[in-house]
């Protein structure tokens, strides 16, 4: 399995990796120097191991879906989600399940006011139950009851959303560390609609709010105020099939309406997580390959005792300066022990997104 992470290190320094087969890491980091974006993939090849990088973060833990893709020679293939939980509002905090995806920049769960079967099959945020919460426009400013508000039209792949924008308090079911994809990929284009006609509450249950009571296994940390969108309405396929709630994404802050909407410029700033200042925009996915372990993902740094033995971090340069999503130079591709055409002429690139479960190439 590849693992991969991602930062900006010093501006005159600018390096990111392949790797070797490893269990699957994926410590990004993310920090600005002169636009230069470089992605790490974890080796296996080196001697030296590097320090532990935690002090200050927080873990969040995720469970897995999968689901049958195809059956090829009696062969199942399967897809995979991994997911975390996030807590909005007080004083009695609504609890929502969400892929932590690369591929987009806000964070979306169902509302109250979306009435469809497939919202009702997650648990929908109420708006009106938190103290804290309040509706916005685009741009941060509070809904003035009597107009309009704005709307955006989010798509992710295959599926598509329309949601309305909220502020509230938002905390990540994670553990702080001490001082010391689906194949339905998630990637996000959107536009907004100003002024749209407001969607109304109901009184209606989700199948789910009978779950809402239920305690996590998780500690409750990593706190902020930001804004998020609420689904007032989502496609069937692919949120009905889906056991998580709604989406976290983690992409570049070009994805977002604006960095207050994104967690990866707003997490560190805001409180969430508390590291040095190398360490502010650096998170590490690391996904399980069995049960015997848990897959989880680190804000704030990265976890040495999910790398191989003797592994170390190297370095290669993203392909993009300004970019709106995390972008690699693919040199080749191989299949079955033959090199494929496709990169021969340089110009090869590949998105990473922690919402595809499969690596996606040309066909024909």
Same mark, same amino acid.
């Given at each position: 399995?590849?693992?991969?992470?991602? !930062?900006?290190?010093?501006?005159?320094?600018?390096?990111?990796? %392949?790797?070797?087969?490893?269990?699957?890491?994926?410590?990004?980091?993310?920090?600005?120097?002169?636009?230069?974006?470089?992605?790490?993939?974890?080796?296996?090849?080196?001697?030296?191991?590097?320090?532990?990088?935690?002090?200050?973060?927080?873990?969040?833990?995720?469970?897995?879906?999968?689901?049958?893709?195809?059956?090829?020679?009696?062969?199942?293939?399967?897809?995979?989600?991994?997911?975390?939980?996030?807590?909005?509002?007080?004083?009695?905090?609504?609890?929502?399940?969400?892929?932590?995806?690369?591929?987009?920049?806000?964070?979306?769960?169902?509302?109250?006011?979306?009435?469809?079967?497939?919202?009702?099959?997650?648990?929908? /945020?109420?708006?009106?139950?938190?103290?804290?919460?309040?509706?916005?426009?685009?741009?941060?400013?509070?809904?003035?009851?009597?107009?309009?508000?704005?709307?955006?039209?989010?798509?992710?792949?295959?599926?598509?959303?329309?949601?309305?924008?909220?502020?509230?308090?938002?905390?990540?079911?994670?553990?702080?560390?001490?001082?010391?994809?689906?194949?339905?990929?998630?990637?996000? !284009?959107?536009? $907004?609609?100003?002024?749209?006609?407001?969607?109304?509450?109901?009184?209606?249950?989700?199948?789910?709010?009978? +779950?809402?009571?239920?305690?996590?296994?998780?500690?409750?940390?990593?706190? %902020?105020?930001?804004? /998020?969108? !609420?689904?007032?309405?989502?496609?069937?396929?692919?949120?009905?099939? /889906?056991?998580?709630?709604?989406?976290?994404?983690?992409?570049?802050?070009?994805?977002?309406?604006?960095?207050?909407?994104?967690?990866? +410029?707003?997490?560190?700033?805001?409180?969430?997580?508390?590291?040095?200042?190398?360490? !502010?925009?650096?998170?590490?996915? /690391?996904?399980? $390959?069995?049960?015997?372990?848990?897959?989880?993902?680190?804000?704030?740094?990265?976890?040495?005792?999910?790398?191989?033995?003797?592994?170390? %971090?190297?370095?290669?340069?993203?392909? +993009?300066? +300004?970019?709106?999503?995390?972008?690699?130079?693919?040199?080749?591709?191989?299949?079955?022990?033959?090199?494929?055409?496709?990169?021969?002429?340089?110009?090869?690139?590949?998105?990473?997104?922690?919402?595809?479960?499969?690596?996606?190439?040309?066909?024909?």
């Amino acid at each position: 399995k590849l693992s991969w992470a991602q !930062t900006t290190q010093n501006w005159n320094s600018s390096s990111l990796p %392949l790797s070797a087969p490893l269990p699957s890491l994926l410590p990004m980091y993310m920090s600005r120097c002169q636009w230069k974006y470089c992605w790490t993939i974890i080796s296996a090849v080196a001697a030296a191991g590097t320090a532990d990088s935690t002090g200050g973060s927080l873990t969040v833990k995720m469970k897995k879906q999968t689901f049958p893709l195809q059956n090829d020679g009696g062969v199942v293939h399967h897809k995979s989600a991994y997911y975390g939980e996030v807590l909005i509002g007080s004083p009695e905090p609504q609890r929502f399940k969400v892929v932590f995806d690369t591929g987009s920049g806000h964070l979306v769960v169902p509302s109250i006011m979306c009435k469809t079967d497939t919202c009702k099959r997650h648990r929908r /945020f109420k708006r009106r139950n938190s103290l804290t919460a309040f509706d916005i426009d685009v741009d941060g400013s509070q809904v003035n009851p009597r107009n309009g508000r704005d709307q955006l039209t989010v798509s992710f792949g295959t599926g598509e959303i329309v949601g309305v924008f909220v502020h509230d308090g938002v905390c990540l079911a994670g553990k702080v560390a001490r001082q010391g994809a689906l194949a339905n990929s998630m990637l996000q !284009t959107g536009h $907004v609609v100003a002024g749209a006609e407001p969607p109304t509450e109901d009184d209606g249950e989700s199948v789910s709010d009978e +779950e809402e009571g239920q305690k996590s296994d998780q500690d409750i940390g990593g706190c %902020l105020g930001m804004r /998020f969108l !609420t689904a007032v309405s989502m496609s069937d396929y692919p949120y009905s099939l /889906f056991s998580f709630d709604g989406i976290f994404g983690l992409g570049p802050h070009l994805l977002s309406q604006a960095k207050e909407f994104n967690l990866v +410029e707003s997490g560190a700033p805001g409180g969430a997580w508390q590291v040095d200042h190398e360490r !502010t925009k650096m998170f590490g996915v /690391f996904l399980a $390959v069995s049960n015997k372990e848990d897959s989880e993902i680190t804000f704030g740094g990265y976890k040495t005792e999910h790398m191989a033995e003797g592994a170390h %971090l190297i370095w290669n340069p993203g392909a +993009e300066s +300004e970019q709106e999503h995390w972008i690699l130079k693919i040199k080749s591709i191989t299949a079955g022990g033959v090199r494929l055409p496709y990169c021969d002429d340089g110009t090869c690139r590949a998105l990473v997104d922690t919402g595809m479960s499969l690596l996606g190439i040309p066909s024909g």
